[in-house]
């Protein structure tokens, strides 16, 4: 489903967290997590626009 030609879309999985593997248990730290928000973040922009939003549930 197309919602927009001229906006993009991206999800991600959090290190450790559902189908992500972990290789080392410091990649589960806050300022880890930041950089890979960071990263997506720096490499998707395109303009001033960007929402993020983020839910960790847990059953």
Do not use: N
Request: proline residues 3%.
């Amino acid at each position: 489903m197309i919602l927009s030609e001229s906006l993009t879309c991206a999800t991600f999985d959090w290190r450790g967290m559902s189908s992500s593997i972990v290789a080392s248990p410091r990649q589960l730290y806050i300022p880890q997590q930041a950089r890979d928000v960071a990263t997506i973040i720096r490499a998707l922009a395109s303009s001033k626009d960007i929402v993020y939003t983020a839910s960790l549930q847990h059953s």
